[in-house]
């Protein structure tokens, strides 16, 4: 198993579980800076290690008048304040390969949303920028399909590549999570995450929107760390999920988040 080292003393593939969270997108500057701020003190009070993520734009919205972020100038320049006032690695996700290079100028960790796995262009130029690339397995997709996404990415020379899980399509407009994924991702030899809040995802299940489970994402958490097969885990946060602009039916309150990562963290150290 690789080690992945992001920065700011987070690596993937040691003991301890790496904590990928924030807000679905960038809502406003303050909303990222307040949320951010109570995430990297909640990771220092508990010890863990921690990711900062936010999209600047959702370029897969359900409904072309869904809100999608500040877009990528401004976007970048709040995620870079954020990167620079809290001392902490940032996250965020890349829809066509000309973000790539900008983006990894100011995010430590690019993402490949799972639409967009197979987007050969998209991983190959996110894995030339040389910086942490995390993968999201399409819905679509087995888990060992997602050998053919690393080899694309190992051709630009990068190893420094995450695999992220969200769940599997299962009929319509609902997912399940089959937790031999994790097993069989990590096979390939590189670290995996579970995103457990994309997880609980009713893909167009609000016809203009996405809905969702949000209240079996912390299960989903406890079950994937309980494997011993993640590195780290993904989630979703909101001050009050219920007015979030993206995803508000899957974001763990973040009142509830400390709860959540205490648990996960005695559950890693069980099993791990």
């Given at each position: 198993?690789?080690?992945?080292?992001?920065?700011?003393?987070?690596?993937?593939?040691?003991k301890?579980?790496?904590?990928?969270?924030g807000?679905?997108?960038?809502?406003s500057?303050?909303?990222?800076?307040?949320?951010?701020?109570?995430?990297?003190?909640l990771?220092?009070?508990?010890?863990?290690?921690?990711?900062?993520?936010?999209?600047?734009?959702?370029?897969?919205?359900?409904?072309?008048?869904?809100?999608?972020g500040?877009?990528?100038?401004?976007?970048?320049?709040?995620?870079?304040?954020?990167?620079?006032?809290?001392?902490?690695?940032?996250?965020?996700?890349?829809?066509?390969?000309?973000q790539?290079?900008?983006?990894?100028?100011?995010?430590?960790?690019?993402?490949?949303?799972?639409?967009?796995?197979?987007?050969?262009?998209?991983?190959?130029?996110?894995?030339?920028?040389?910086?942490?690339?995390?993968?999201?397995?399409?819905?679509f997709?087995?888990?060992?399909?997602?050998?053919?996404?690393?080899?694309?990415?190992?051709?630009?020379?990068?190893?420094?590549?995450v695999?992220?899980?969200?769940?599997?399509?299962?009929?319509?407009?609902?997912?399940?999570?089959?937790?031999?994924?994790?097993?069989i991702?990590?096979?390939?030899?590189?670290?995996?995450?579970?995103?457990?809040?994309?997880?609980?995802?009713?893909?167009?299940?609000?016809?203009?929107?996405?809905?969702?489970?949000?209240?079996?994402?912390?299960?989903?958490?406890?079950?994937?760390?309980?494997?011993?097969?993640?590195?780290?885990?993904?989630?979703?946060?909101?001050v009050?999920?219920?007015?979030?602009?993206?995803?508000?039916?899957?974001?763990?309150?973040?009142?509830?988040?400390?709860?959540?990562?205490?648990?996960?963290?005695?559950?890693?150290?069980?099993?791990?």
């Open positions: 198993m690789k080690d992945v080292l992001v920065d700011k003393g987070v690596s993937f593939g040691r301890d579980l790496v904590f990928i969270a807000p679905c997108v960038i809502e500057r303050e909303m990222a800076l307040d949320l951010a701020k109570r995430l990297t003190a990771s220092k009070k508990l010890k863990v290690p921690y990711i900062f993520k936010a999209s600047f734009d959702k370029a897969n919205r359900t409904s072309v008048d869904s809100f999608r500040p877009g990528l100038e401004k976007g970048l320049e709040i995620l870079a304040e954020i990167r620079a006032t809290f001392d902490v690695p940032v996250l965020t996700d890349i829809h066509e390969p000309w790539a290079k900008p983006v990894a100028e100011v995010c430590d960790v690019l993402q490949i949303p799972a639409f967009l796995a197979r987007q050969t262009d998209l991983v190959v130029a996110a894995g030339e920028t040389g910086a942490v690339i995390n993968v999201k397995k399409g819905q997709m087995a888990p060992e399909d997602m050998a053919q996404v690393v080899k694309k990415i190992e051709s630009t020379g990068n190893r420094r590549i695999l992220c899980d969200r769940g599997t399509s299962f009929g319509y407009r609902n997912l399940v999570v089959d937790m031999r994924s994790l097993p991702m990590r096979e390939l030899g590189y670290p995996v995450v579970m995103d457990v809040t994309h997880a609980v995802q009713r893909p167009g299940g609000l016809g203009t929107g996405s809905g969702g489970d949000g209240k079996y994402a912390p299960l989903i958490a406890r079950a994937a760390v309980a494997t011993g097969s993640v590195d780290g885990v993904f989630m979703e946060t909101h009050n999920p219920a007015v979030a602009k993206s995803d508000a039916a899957n974001a763990i309150k973040f009142a509830e988040v400390e709860k959540l990562w205490k648990t996960l963290v005695q559950i890693n150290g069980i099993v791990r």
